[in-house]
């Protein structure tokens, strides 16, 4: 991407941080930005059921988790894997029920694509034999200028990828950041959506969980890292314990 497209994103991002700094309601100051995130997305559903986890639980067999996807999933700027969302969810998974047994892996890949996760399935999903496969998607596909038109197509090949592997899944959007709001995430949100409504499978709209957040007095620089683009250690941590709880609700 040349300079003269990063410039003007650039702009709008340092516009988008000035503006999120402004004094937020005292309500809001009360909780973490974390805290507060948990607290405005309780009881969020994945809104759909989550059968091969339910049957592992029920067994009391370990549940088998892959979580793929790109640098969100990595963890980016965190330091301790236990601090990335993966990581917090299994703590909270833990916490919610202590008899549990899982195993996580962390599939994310830096600047992955969703055609690079596809590609990666044998390898880093399919060889681990997971219950559960988390996909999380969408901002390297439109922060690098790929549109939604193809996209949704191959979503839909990857969730039958996934689901004929006796997985299931849940697929997971972009981040609510300054430079995604500079991209045209709208669309990548009704693509994601869309497969996830036709194919029957769980959402985690991590978009609009945030977005709520700031909605409700968080400014977007606390749900964001330095660079404007990946999370914050605040935002890794609501959507892994969102996520948790939204696991643990569905397979009730």
């Known amino acids: 991407m040349g300079a003269a497209i990063r410039f003007p994103r650039l702009l709008q991002c340092c516009v988008?941080?000035?503006?999120?700094?402004?004094?937020?309601?005292?309500?809001?100051?009360?909780?973490?930005?974390?805290?507060?995130?948990?607290?405005?997305n309780e009881g969020l559903s994945l809104g759909a059921p989550l059968p091969h986890t339910a049957e592992a639980l029920k067994a009391h067999r370990p549940l088998r988790i892959v979580a793929i996807?790109?640098?969100?999933?990595?963890?980016?700027?965190?330091?301790?894997?236990?601090?990335?969302?993966?990581?917090?969810?299994?703590s909270e998974l833990l916490r919610l029920d202590p008899t549990m047994q899982i195993e996580i892996v962390n599939s994310g890949r830096?600047?992955?694509?969703?055609?690079?996760?596809?590609?990666?399935?044998?390898?880093?999903?399919?060889?681990?034999?997971?219950?559960?496969?988390?996909?999380?998607?969408?901002?390297?596909?439109?922060?690098?200028?790929?549109g939604a038109d193809s996209l949704e197509h191959k979503i839909a090949s990857g969730v039958a990828m996934l689901r004929a592997h006796g997985a299931d899944v849940i697929l997971m959007d972009q981040q609510y950041t300054p430079v995604i709001l500079t991209t045209d995430y709208a669309k990548m949100q009704?693509?994601?959506a869309a497969v996830a409504r036709d194919q029957q499978v769980?959402?985690?709209?991590?978009?609009?969980?945030?977005?709520?957040?700031?909605?409700?007095?968080?400014?977007?620089?606390?749900?964001?890292?330095?660079?404007?683009l990946h999370m914050s250690g605040d935002a890794y941590d609501c959507t892994g314990r969102v996520l948790a709880r939204a696991i643990m609700a569905a397979v009730r």
């Open 16 to 40: 988008a941080l000035a503006l999120a700094a402004w004094p937020v309601a005292s309500d809001a100051r009360d909780l973490s930005p974390a805290e507060t995130c948990l607290a405005v």
């Open 69 to 90: 996807g790109s640098s969100s999933t990595v963890g980016l700027w965190m330091i301790r894997k236990e601090k990335t969302y993966p990581g917090v969810m299994r």
């Open 110 to 146: 830096n600047g992955d694509t969703i055609p690079g996760n596809i590609a990666r399935f044998p390898r880093d999903v399919f060889a681990y034999q997971p219950d559960l496969v988390i996909w999380q998607m969408g901002g390297n596909d439109f922060t690098w200028g790929e």
């Open 190 to 192: 009704e693509a994601i």
């Open 202 to 228: 769980a959402y985690l709209p991590r978009f609009d969980m945030l977005h709520k957040t700031v909605e409700a007095g968080v400014s977007i620089v606390s749900l964001s890292a330095f660079d404007g």
